[in-house]
């Protein structure tokens, strides 16, 4: 099954498609995930099937996709993986395929195949540093599934732009402006705390405007309004309320996102 049948089936669509199933086609191609794309192929092609089904099922195979993505978790086994779940989907025959699926992804115990649970998708999304452990295609596909996920009924119907650029909120180059409570010792566990937490989920935001260095880099009174105003996105819209910005700033904001991710990639309990 070549990918120009698949793309014609599934044609090449923005990430703020209504359609739940070419939404999915359309992560699974920012995250590089063509191994997957003929099962969606095939639910596409599948006429009759409740569009409420067919959802779920993507919905399904993007949440195992992404937790293992997040969660640092190997793709070699990908191409075997999803033909074995392609013949459960067309042997699901006309009963409902979002079951079939989800039991196909809950099968395995081994890493090679397995759908991590909340608890560890949670534990790697406010700890890994995932600036540094993804691509940026990955992590940029992220980060605009949560500004959609944050867009409700009275915001602003504005598209989201094609061209966003990841910005971290407190700098990596930190130290000229930002500098540790006056009781911190340099080279204590506190710096080492904080340059722990530069590259997590919770310290990354997107902006439609990529800042320049002294910018990206200042102190947190002139990098505020800067976000506010090359933002423009619900994601930055948190950090309006914040005087300050420091280490338990950046738990905190994890710690919400991931509310947010687990909405938008659940799992089966």
Same mark, same amino acid.
């Given at each position: ?67 293992? +993505? ?79 996920? +944050? ?119």
């Amino acid at each position: 099954m070549g990918s120009r049948v698949v793309t014609g089936l599934l044609p090449r669509c923005r990430l703020t498609s209504p359609d739940r199933l070419h939404t999915c086609a359309a992560r699974l191609r920012a995250m590089d995930f063509a191994t997957a794309m003929p099962v969606l192929h095939h639910l596409r092609a599948e006429v009759g099937r409740d569009p409420a089904d067919v959802a779920q099922a993507a919905t399904w195979i993007e949440s195992f996709l992404v937790r293992r +993505m997040v969660c640092g978790m190997g793709t070699r086994a990908y191409g075997t993986f999803f033909v074995e779940l392609l013949k459960a989907v067309a042997g699901a025959g006309s009963a409902p395929v979002a079951p079939a699926v989800a039991s196909f992804l809950l099968r395995s115990q081994a890493d090679n195949g397995l759908w991590p649970d909340d608890e560890r998708f949670g534990e790697a999304w406010t700890h890994e540093p995932l600036y540094r452990s993804l691509r940026r295609d990955r992590l940029t596909m992220l980060l605009r599934a949560l500004e959609r996920a +944050m867009r409700g009924s009275k915001h602003d119907p504005v598209p989201i732009p094609k061209t966003l650029h990841i910005e971290h909120v407190m700098p990596q180059n930190w130290r000229a402006h930002w500098p540790l409570s006056s009781s911190a010792e340099p080279g204590t566990a506190v710096e080492a705390s904080r340059d722990g937490r530069l590259d997590t989920i919770g310290n990354l935001t997107l902006l439609t405007a990529k800042l320049n260095q002294s910018l990206s880099d200042a102190a947190w009174t002139v990098k505020r309004p800067e976000l506010q105003w090359h933002g423009l996105m619900a994601l930055n819209a948190w950090l309006a309320g914040h005087e300050t910005w420091d280490e338990d700033a950046i738990t905190n904001r994890g710690g919400s996102l991931l509310t947010k991710a687990l909405a938008v990639w659940p799992r089966v309990a």
